[in-house]
């Protein structure tokens, strides 16, 4: 316990000395008001006016209105019970209406870096040893990728990152398409043509899948119109004669789903071949994407195929599933439409399986928290999915704790048009001619200030400026996706997103190089890292200060993420550093300051940016080049 005459300096480990001055407050209120106010938010904000605090507390005005207090006089009194502050910052000033002013010591500042070098960047450790699942990816075999699934590796893969950075096991499930009819269909069909499936393409597979789907297409309602409109006999006989084919496909089909579910040899294997043929297309594409995901993420739903009777029996022996119309269906009193689990001719549904790998991923991977990076567009069956689990209690891990059951709905990527990507002939973007594009034009980008005699690039072997150009490309790509709200859709312009300034990924790897450069100039002129990275944080300028109190946020940014599951607060944090990198560097000489004892702490704050910078662009899963 600290006496309030002589402060102790509360701990400024891990989350900054702005979790230190909340809990200080938080005592403090306490200690003002009494009962009932144990646990309350200070409130504590960075401060909008940096000349007069570094944060501002706003507490006492909306806790004088449910004290009957005058807010000013709380306010005072507030900051005379928070003692234990003056270890931290100067004395603390109550402004205008009873908001609470507070500086921090330039020794507390210098302090809280120490700490957070030490503290592996102030990320704070969570606290939940459970799994986390990430659903991703999830393409569908034999059918070409498309930029949703690109947009759903990329996001996945940054909250995966954000929580294996936070010491959270992570299970990356690639829910893959690989099970049911249309794949059925597709299989029927190459094997009725006698197609090597060995040597095949995924855009063969591709069209084989639509030339399926259609073939399967009947169309009773065509025909019935045109029986009562009395069409030609000429159309109507097609039109019997397409909906017979269909039937004789669809029924084609069905017994080879039933003979492959049996087990078949012969189908088994040249299923495989269709999935090996789908995953080559999706590996070679995430390669090149920079997204951790192999083979050994892998659990499509046919791995869940032998688990849906006894998933169905589950909800029938529950009573949460009824009969109807011989089909059996889930009801939820705050929706019309139910939730269909098993057909009437006995067949399951995609939304089988997800109840199936739901159970599985909490009862088997003990996992507490699922998240779903999938298409905004299948938002009503994932809450029917995950209600019905819930009414079934198997939103619950092994050792009873309350899964979190999210998804997140990402939106569409649109071309100039406003209207969903497409290439110039009007076919969908392929994943893999965007990537290809995006590493074009980086190329193009750095190539071009290569030829500039003063870049840090210029004279390097165009190999070299390929790859750089390939991460700058891939940067931009996978920034767009993770900087603007998740839900909303986005105009994909390569000119905006490709260039170094601005909100953009480059613009970011361009800070992070550039802090590289200053760092390889001070070795150039004789001075060792080990020279810097002794010499005492001093923090005096107000664009030092500024960078400063950033760089603190770190930790607080990143559990924050993992929390809202909202990857583009970090990428607007890592943007608000890189300018306050900017302002630092044009207002305080690094290399030749005016006072030579400034060299060495500004140097080891340059070398914290750039660590902070590396470790948030490696969470966003950009790759951080150090000369550009
Ligand atoms: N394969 C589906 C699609 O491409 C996405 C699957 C998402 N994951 C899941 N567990 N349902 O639309």
Known sequence: ?????????????????????????????????????????????????????????????????????????????????????????????????????????????????????????????????????????????????????????????????????????????????????????????????GADLRTISLEDLDRAYRAAQAEGRADPAGLEAARRFRAGPHRIAELEEQNEGAQETVDGARRLLVALQQGDPDLERDWRLLIDCTLRA???????????????????????????????????????????????????????????????????????????????????????????????????????????????????????????????????????????????????????SLLDEACARGHAEVRQRAAQEKSPTAGLPDEDLREIGRMVGIAAIKYADLSSDLVRDYVFDMDRLIAFEGNTGPYLQYAHARICSILARAAEEGIEASAWRTAPFRIEEPAEKALTLLLLRYGAVMTDMTRSLEPHRLCGYLFDLSNAYSAFYQSCPVLRPDDPSRRLPRLRLCDLARRVLADGLGVLGLAAPTRM
Request: proline share 6%; charged share 25%; glycine share 8%.
């Open 1 to 193: 316990m600290s006496s309030p005459m002589t402060p102790e300096a509360p701990s400024t480990t891990s989350a900054g000395p702005a979790s230190a001055i909340e809990a200080v407050l938080r005592r403090a209120i306490h200690a003002a008001l009494g009962r009932g106010f144990e646990d309350v938010d200070p409130m504590l904000r960075p401060s909008q006016r940096p000349d007069l605090a570094d944060f501002q507390s706003n507490c006492a005005m909306a806790l004088a209105k449910q004290a009957a207090r005058n807010p000013r006089d709380l306010a005072q009194q507030i900051v005379r019970e928070a003692t234990d502050l003056l270890a931290l910052c100067e004395p603390p000033e109550v402004a205008g209406p009873g908001f609470i002013n507070l500086r921090l010591r330039p020794s507390a500042l210098a302090a809280a870096l120490d700490a957070m070098e030490a503290g592996d960047l102030g990320i704070v450790r969570d606290l939940d040893t459970h799994p986390v699942v990430i659903d991703l990816c999830a393409v569908n075999v034999a059918k070409q990728m498309h930029v949703g699934h690109l947009r759903s590796c990329i996001i996945g893969d940054a909250l995966a990152r954000a929580y294996e950075r936070r010491g959270r096991p992570v299970f990356r499930e690639n829910h893959l398409g690989d099970w049911g009819l249309p794949i059925a269909m597709v299989l029927h069909r190459l094997r009725r043509r």
């Open 282 to 432: 999706l590996f070679d594409a995430i390669r090149i994407l920079g997204v951790r995901l192999g083979p050994e993420h892998n659990r499509g739903e046919s791995f869940y195929r032998d688990r849906l009777a006894a998933t169905v029996a589950a909800f029938e022996q529950a009573g949460v599933a009824e009969v109807h119309d011989g089909a059996l269906v889930v009801r939820f009193d705050d929706r019309e439409r139910p939730l269909l689990i098993r057909k009437s001719d006995g067949g399951f549904l995609y939304a089988t399986t997800d109840l199936a790998a739901i159970r599985f991923r909490t009862h088997e991977l003990n996992a507490s928290r699922i998240v779903y990076v999938v298409d905004a567009r299948q938002k009503d069956h994932f809450r029917d999915v995950f209600d019905a689990c819930r009414r079934m209690g198997w939103d619950r891990t092994p050792d009873g704790v309350q899964a979190d059951l999210v998804h997140i709905g990402f939106g569409s990527v649109l071309g100039p048009d406003r209207r969903p990507l497409k290439t110039r002939s009007g076919e969908n973007v392929t994943l893999r």
